[in-house]
């Protein structure tokens, strides 16, 4: 029986070792260079980093992972599981903007994980080394680039005593906040994600064959979750292929993504629910007509709220494409649960549920909620009243708790964060709860999730902590009131979730609201690498908070969407 998947790669690279692991598109596009791993390199690059890192002295310590997309990030991150050295996936910095965000949020990382090596590509090693001056976090760090290390190292490498308890790999789940999180995932929590995804998603031994192998595309940043757990290592865990891409080639050309499918024809491929409908803006009758998606059989949207009206249009505009509704498949996870929790059935159209009476099978118009499925096998899933902390029954809202091998073994490093997430119980319930902060409900077995009892704001699949957001705004122009701005998202319908910004600004200074708007706007877009929907400035004292002075973000949402906020206005020129 496997201990790891480090076990199961030495499999794949005995049994079948010419066999595609990974191929990745370096354009984006199908007709351009491609690059690709067989088990029996991947095996060999992967115990190359091992040995390397093993002969350091390094095991058991953390490794930051900087690397650009590609597969080199593959072998790095497989290398550190076979050198039992805890993986520290990272954004690299790339872009000037992006380069501020990610240098941030890497030195934060670094000090929380008490990194001791960073493996990188070779342009962010270089870059880093001619910023060592001016980055004391780098002191005592070791800094190399994967590609040098050389295939001659692998033989070195001895395999790591990796118990299912062991902690195979840090996923931060902040995209910005100033106190990072890093959800401490097992190697037995990856192998019982991994049969949940494969149970769920239909990836039996006989549909893998039926499909010669092909098993993923994906465009999904691989230093996230979603990108990470599902396409890369859903792979590797059952000896499959995927084809892979950068997630920017697919913003800079959404239709790349069904190009890939078509081409490579997989059974399985998704994104948030965002990628849809970015697809569905390029799809003309000139794309239309070249694609052949009769093969997709698992759609997977997750990771953002899922919409009815995207999955209707999805399927209506893509059907002369060969794309069928039965593909679609709404699904829910979340890094604290390693990711998986619950998914649709293969086969089947999704379930709505209808406004009115709560009613499955709702028609679109009607829908409320979209269903995300049923739990995995041997994950339990309860609906809590967050307060009491007693179960709910059938169709009544309130937050979901997760049970299970696949529930992480807390954060790192912040007993307290972790007994309050992850050490929750239920009266005749013997396993302790993952207190997700989502809120949803239970019917007929599936899972539908309504909304978030946190305040924590998600735009095109990437988190953003509405403190962050306030902290960021308030420091742009003196007229704004410390403690007096409140962050959040407002869902816009075909555009998805966006965010809001609502800010008190002093009196008399109604002159400037125009310039301090221009100010907010770019402030937030260069910290966070977000977008801002819309800027609202309020007279002083209007914002509702609570007795203790607390921002009423909730409150201040049902304001801005009611139209009842004390919006102030540049004066008109004479």
């Known amino acids: 029986m496997a201990r790891s998947l480090v076990d199961l790669l030495t499999a794949h690279a005995s049994n079948h070792p010419d066999r595609v692991a990974y191929r990745y598109l370096v354009t984006g596009d199908c007709d351009g260079e491609i690059q690709e791993l067989t088990y029996a390199r991947l095996a060999t690059r992967s115990r190359a980093v091992a040995a390397w890192l093993q002969e350091r002295g390094l095991t058991g310590s953390r490794a930051m992972l900087l690397h650009p997309p590609g597969l080199e990030f593959i072998s790095a991150y497989l290398g550190c599981l076979s050198a039992g050295v805890v993986a520290v996936p990272g954004v690299p910095p790339q872009g000037r903007s992006q380069n501020h965000r990610a240098l941030t949020r890497m030195k934060r990382l670094m000090a929380d994980a008490d990194a001791r090596v960073v493996l990188g590509g070779r342009e962010v090693i270089a870059s880093l080394d001619g910023l060592a001056a001016h980055l004391p976090e780098l002191d005592g760090i070791t800094l190399i680039a994967t590609e040098d290390i050389p295939d001659e190292a692998a033989a070195a490498w001895r395999p790591p005593l990796t118990g299912p308890d062991d902690v195979a790999f840090l996923q931060y789940t902040s995209g910005s906040t100033a106190a990072p999180r890093g959800v401490v995932v097992t190697h037995g929590n990856l192998l019982d994600n991994q049969r949940v995804i494969t149970e769920r998603m239909g990836h039996t031994p006989e549909t893998i064959a039926a499909y010669d192998h092909e098993l993923f595309v994906s465009w999904l940043p691989v230093y996230h979750d979603m990108g990470l757990i599902g396409p890369v290592l859903n792979t590797v865990h ?29 059974h399985t491929s998704g994104g948030p629910n965002f990628a849809y409908e970015l697809c569905l803006k390029h799809a003309d009758p000139d794309l239309l007509d070249g694609l052949d998606l009769g093969s ?249 908070k609570t007795s203790s002075g607390k921002i009423q973000r909730g409150a201040t949402r049902t304001a801005y969407v009611d139209g009842t906020l004390s919006v102030v206005t540049a004066p008109a020129l004479d």
């Open 296 to 544: 997709w059989r698992v759609a997977f949207n997750g990771a953002e709220p899922v919409r009815a009206a995207t999955l209707r249009r999805f399927a209506d505009v893509f059907a002369p494409a060969g794309f069928r509704r039965e593909a679609l498949y709404p699904c829910y996870g979340l890094a604290e649960a390693t990711l998986m929790v619950t998914g649709g059935t293969v086969g089947a159209p999704p379930t709505l549920l209808a406004a009115a009476d709560g009613t499955p099978n709702a028609g679109e118009a009607d829908a409320a909620a979209v269903s995300c499925g049923r739990p995995g096998p041997g994950v339990s899933v309860a609906v809590v009243h967050p307060e009491r902390r007693q179960e709910l029954p059938e169709g009544e809202v309130g937050e979901i708790w997760v049970g299970g091998a696949s529930v992480a073994k807390g954060y790192w490093r912040n007993a307290l964060a972790t007994r309050e997430t992850f050490r929750a119980q239920l009266p005749d319930r013997e396993c302790r709860f993952l207190r997700t902060g989502d809120l949803g409900l239970l019917r007929g077995g599936e899972l539908f999730v309504t909304g978030r009892l946190k305040d924590l704001i998600v735009v095109d699949g990437r988190n953003h902590y509405p403190q962050d957001l306030e902290l960021t705004a308030e420091l742009t122009h003196p007229a704004l009131r410390p403690g007096c701005t409140a962050a959040f998202s407002v869902d816009f319908g075909a555009d998805g979730e966006r965010a809001v910004v609502v800010a008190e600004i002093a009196p008399d200074t109604a002159g400037e609201a125009e310039k301090i708007t221009d100010l907010i706007r770019s402030a937030v877009g260069e910290a966070h690498g977000l977008a801002v929907h819309d800027v609202v400035l309020v007279a002083a004292g209007t914002i509702p």
């Open 238 to 266: 059952l000896g499959a292929t995927a084809t892979l891409f950068s997630p920017l080639h697919f913003l800079q050309r959404p239709a790349r993504w069904p190009a890939a499918v078509s081409r490579y024809r997989p």
